[in-house]
């Protein structure tokens, strides 16, 4: 049964670009519902609440929720499907079909396989992966990876990338979109690394250590062949 709390939890990071995007259009509506059922705590909530842009307000509400607890992660979910809602955000009809308790054989082995490749990754040395000829890290590439990366942005830039705190406060400072801050964070570690910024090399400094991020969210930088 322990699977499935974190199946919700895995679910909605997924979904996060598309739910960001569609409930970016009205942030303060999802807020109030998503107090009024108690999904994230009251200093949560003024954080929340004084966030300046909708995109960054609807960041930080679903990062929020999702790291709060299992509990609330569903919370979330069975909020996206009340009419309420789903009329008011007519694009999130989507959310009605999916179903974190579907379990296909087919994912099974993917997912398996995956977990084998990161294994791998883990035991290569980093000077090794770097060396490889796997083609630099793209544009695209580094805005998918931006759109996985939550709050922890920050210790992710200094601990995982070797970027500055002042760099980082630069970077804040010019962007007021949590999406393009993180973008412009990993563009910078780009920069820094030159030839080294292949797409196996991020893949394997974010799939270590506590920032680590899911699989499911980094695993196609490796197989993307």
């Not at 009329?87 to 084998?116: C, G, N, Q, W």
């Not at 406060?169 to 979109?177: A, K, M, R, V």
Request: glycine fraction near 2%; charge should be neutral.
């Amino acid at each position: 049964m322990s699977e499935e709390p974190a199946s919700v939890i895995q679910l909605l990071r997924r979904q996060k670009p598309k739910l960001i995007e569609i409930l970016s259009a009205d942030a303060d509506f999802v807020l109030q519902h998503a107090d009024a059922r108690a999904l994230l705590s009251p200093r949560s909530y003024q954080q929340v609440k004084h966030c300046r842009t909708p995109g960054e307000k609807v960041t930080d509400l679903l990062d929020h929720i999702i790291q709060r607890s299992p509990e609330s992660a569903q919370g979330l979910l069975d909020l996206l499907k009340e009419p309420d809602l789903q009329k008011a955000f007519p694009m999130l009809y989507f959310v009605k079909d999916l179903d974190v308790h579907t379990h296909s054989p087919e994912k099974e082995v993917t997912s398996i396989k995956r977990k084998e490749v990161s294994k791998e990754l883990e035991v290569i040395p980093a000077k090794k992966i770097c060396s490889s000829d796997s083609s630099l890290v793209t544009e695209k590439q580094l805005m998918s990876v931006a759109r996985s990366i939550g709050r922890s942005w920050r210790e992710i830039g200094r601990r995982v990338l070797n970027i500055s705190s002042v760099k980082l406060e630069q970077i804040e400072e010019d962007h007021s979109l949590h999406v393009e801050r993180v973008f412009a964070m990993l563009r910078y570690w780009r920069k820094l690394q030159r030839d080294k910024a292949t797409a196996a090399h991020l893949h394997s400094l974010l799939s270590q250590g506590d920032e680590a991020l899911l699989p499911e969210d980094i695993d196609f930088l490796i197989n993307s062949d």
